[in-house]
């Protein structure tokens, strides 16, 4: 298992891949990697224009993205997995059960490790100890509602409704980002 986020929504074309961009920034110098997969995603599909200008803002190209649909081993392979959805963190329990303590929405990471402790180890790396410690938070944390943990899809929305979801991205990775460092 590599140090790595995998964010994972529907179709890998607007929420995921933003996720992967504006984590990729923040993460920028730091050993996790990042990555992005959709549970419906057709492989090789480009980003979604508005998705891709949100991508563009972070410095790197998004020309040369492209979907990817969700495997087993994706999970099997992540630190971390952050979904958009409820309903897409149980898909990707059910497809890989053992992932089940280091799979999240991404919201409900971001509320985890904004209450979470700084990790007194880093056993395994700044990553999974940020993992250990926001899921230690989850136990002394009452459940969100359907409408704090999902992350509405922009698809057939605005610039303005991509931005929107970008900046809510952000507010929540911004108490990941800060974990992960205080775990490092």
């Known amino acids: 298992m590599v140090d790595r986020i995998l964010f994972v929504c529907h179709a890998n074309l607007c929420r995921s891949p933003m996720a992967e961009f504006l984590a990729g920034r923040l993460l920028a110098g730091s050993p996790v990697e990042v990555a992005s997969a959709g549970l419906g995603a057709v492989d090789g599909r480009p980003m979604h224009p508005y998705a891709a200008e949100v991508a563009a803002g972070t410095g790197r190209d998004p020309a040369g993205f492209?979907?990817?649909a969700l495997t087993a081993g994706h999970l099997a392979d992540a630190a971390l997995v952050l979904t958009a959805s409820r309903r897409q963190r149980s898909a990707c329990v059910s497809l890989t059960p053992v992932a089940v303590h280091?799979?999240?929405t991404l919201r409900q990471f971001g509320r985890l490790a904004a209450l979470a402790s700084a990790p007194d180890d880093a056993w395994g790396g700044a990553l999974r100890a940020a993992v250990r410690a926001a899921a230690r938070a989850r136990g002394r944390s009452q459940?969100?509602?359907?409408s704090d943990d999902d992350l509405a899809d922009p698809i057939g929305g605005t610039p303005a409704d991509f931005r929107r979801c970008a900046r809510e991205i952000e507010r929540s990775l911004a108490p990941v980002v800060a974990l992960i460092e205080a775990a490092g």
Do not use: K, L, N, V
């Open 143 to 146: 459940p969100g509602a359907a």
């Open 102 to 104: 280091r799979t999240f």
């Open 66 to 68: 492209r979907s990817r």
